[in-house]
């Protein structure tokens, strides 16, 4: 058994840092600039994914697709304001990546919880 409020806490303070490192610049981040197109991709989808199922583990009182919409959403809007700040780029790719991860996240949660199987 998990302790919800525990829970909530790292998921909370896991989207502090994202959004501080999303905003910060690029350079001030050790071994960012050594990162790949690819590899930035799968960063996005692994923080994503992480965020998502954080979320979930969350049990807030909404449906889990809507916790996973609001997650994204949080990944849209730090692409929002990269497209207006100097040090960083608004790709369509990362909101993508993000995307992908937030949903394989939902359907593993699913299907980890489904007990008709």
Do not use: W
Request: include cysteine.
């Amino acid at each position: 058994m998990q302790n919800i409020p525990v829970v909530r806490l790292i998921f909370y303070f896991s989207l502090l840092i994202i959004f501080i490192l999303s905003v910060v610049n690029a350079d001030l981040i050790p071994r960012f600039n050594g990162l790949s197109f690819v590899s930035d991709k799968i960063v996005h989808f692994l923080m994503y994914f992480y965020l998502a199922y954080a979320g979930l583990l969350c049990k807030f009182a909404i449906r889990n697709y809507l916790t996973v919409l609001l997650i994204f959403t949080f990944g849209l809007f730090i692409e929002f304001i990269h497209f207006f700040h100097p040090y960083r780029f608004f790709e369509y790719l990362d909101l993508l990546a993000n995307l992908i991860g937030v949903t394989i996240a939902l359907l593993i949660f699913e299907l980890k919880n489904n007990k008709s199987y």
